[in-house]
């Protein structure tokens, strides 16, 4: 295991769930998470947001990384075709922007297959 991040930060993990990516991918998805996470100081802060047709906010930032709704990642695939990435960065902005804790740092992290399909 290696450490990403050797200070508190908020992080938002922003998913793309929509059909493009495919079983296989979703599962290597989930697996760089759990490691990404894995790595992080223990007193950072983690949102997650998963996205096809529109972004969901599964879990809000928590002081306890939650491994179970982590896990709901690698069965959350299949959503819908189309891939609503800006919409998905717009959640991400708005989430980072409630943080008040000014001496965290403010991660967004988008992992996206590359694919946009409007609706």
Known sequence: MYVVCREPADVVLA?????????????????????????LHSQS??????????PRLVQNFTDQINY???????????????????????LVCELL???TA??????GLLIVDGRYRSG
């Open 45 to 54: 802060r983690v949102a997650l947001v998963t996205f096809s047709d529109r």
């Open 68 to 90: 179970r709704t982590l896990d709901s990642l690698s069965t959350a695939y299949t959503e819908a075709p189309s891939t609503d990435t800006a919409g998905a960065l717009r």
């Open 102 to 107: 000014h001496h965290r740092r403010r991660v």
């Open 97 to 99: 922007s409630t943080v």
């Open 15 to 39: 998913v793309d769930t929509s059909t493009s990516i495919g079983r296989l991918n979703m599962v290597r998805v989930f697996d760089y998470c759990k490691s990404l996470l894995l790595g």
